[in-house]
């Protein structure tokens, strides 16, 4: 079993750059995905970003392609950042950690078996 914990900033200005951080504990050996995904008032989840533990392999939605980065600390193998740049209100929602998402013809998208971390809020204003 893996839990996931995530922390970062609340409420930003437009244009800024906030980081998310996960920590994934548990079962956490080997090669895996992590992922965030987010989801918007109103809309349906949508996967951000994704990444593969052994450093190979990340994948972006095309509405953060070029502002969003996610990688994984040097140190912690077991905990991943999301970079966010540039942001705008379009991206204010509750942000998600994921834990073995998939990839689907390079769209990020949770699997049977993906687990989550509780969200955190990300405001744009």
């Known amino acids: 079993h893996v839990q996931l914990v995530e922390s970062g900033r609340g409420s930003v200005q437009v244009g800024g750059s906030p980081r998310l951080s996960c920590v994934a504990s548990?079962?956490?050996?080997?090669?895996?995905?992590m992922g965030w995904f987010r989801r918007a008032p109103g809309k349906e989840r949508e996967g951000v970003a994704s990444a593969y533990t052994a450093g190979d392999s990340t994948y972006y939605a095309d509405s953060v392609k070029g502002r969003f980065t996610i990688s994984q600390d040097n140190a912690a193998k077991n905990t991943v950042y999301l970079q966010m740049n540039n942001l705008n209100s379009e991206d204010t929602g509750t942000y998600y950690c994921a834990f073995d998402p998939e990839i689907h013809y390079g769209e990020v998208v949770a699997g049977f078996s993906t687990l989550w971390g509780q969200g955190t809020q990300v405001t744009v204003s």
């Open positions: 548990g079962d956490t050996i080997g090669r895996y995905c």
